[in-house]
């Protein structure tokens, strides 16, 4: 049986769906036949990766930061059957050189608006919530400590949620370095910065959003997948 039948029709929410991690997961939903949602801040950016996607998909505005926004969305009641949450504006620095308030708000994009989302969205009882980490959860790298205990956090929720959500089904699946916009559209150095940190893991090269997208996928279809943390990660954490 062609697994693309399995979410054919099935309603998806993917958040932070108009760009990188979580539009690449709600390109592919599409073209398996869901019936997709995107949603973020910004119309502007959602109608331009409704453009993008190009097979017909549905807009929201919510704001994961903000519990009115998050219970706003959520308020008319729709049942989805699969909910993504990817991508939060996060600030990454030393700790030394990051003021509490900025470590904080980036802790509220990343972790709390995931569980914002968790408290409120309307999942039907066989469907799945799916987050998006990071790996830089296992891995420390110097000055990115905070990037570290945000993912860990979100992973550390999943386990949580998938107890306390069931029989909605809970993962996470972590990505590794992936070609997105914010790596490739930011400047030589970014660049420069991609390189090296692909240069020494065993498949030599960035990851696309496709690849995640693909895993997320296969959450959504694998009904004794819950509480699994996936790397996705090229080999980074080898």
Not at 167 to 189: E, L, Y
Request: glycine content about 10%; some cysteine.
């Amino acid at each position: 049986m062609d697994r693309s039948a399995e979410i054919a029709d099935r309603r998806v929410l993917v958040i932070g769906g108009s760009s990188g991690i979580g539009e690449g997961v709600a390109h592919m939903c599409a073209r398996h036949g869901a019936r997709v949602t995107i949603a973020s801040r910004s119309p502007d950016n959602l109608t331009a990766a409704a453009g993008r996607i190009g097979a017909p998909v549905e807009t929201g505005t919510i704001d994961v930061r903000h519990d009115e926004s998050v219970a706003a969305f959520f308020a008319d009641d729709t049942v989805y059957d699969h909910v993504v949450v990817s991508g939060a504006n996060v600030s990454i620095a030393p700790v030394r050189d990051l003021a509490p308030a900025d470590a904080q708000r980036s802790m509220n994009a990343k972790f709390w608006g995931a569980y914002r989302v968790a408290h409120w969205a309307n999942i039907t009882p066989t469907g799945t919530l799916t987050l998006i980490s990071g790996a830089a959860s296992v891995r420390a790298v110097r000055g990115r400590a905070l990037q570290r205990a945000m993912n860990a956090a979100v992973e550390a929720l999943t386990k949580g949620l998938a107890l306390e959500l069931s029989p909605v089904r809970v993962n996470a699946v972590s990505p590794g370095i992936i070609a997105t916009p914010a790596w490739t559209d930011a400047g030589p150095d970014r660049r420069h910065l991609l390189d090296t940190l692909v240069a020494n893991t065993p498949v030599g090269q960035p990851g696309r959003p496709e690849h995640i997208a693909r895993q997320v996928i296969a959450c959504m279809q694998n009904e004794f997948m819950t509480g699994s943390v996936i790397y996705v990660d090229g080999g980074y954490l080898a």
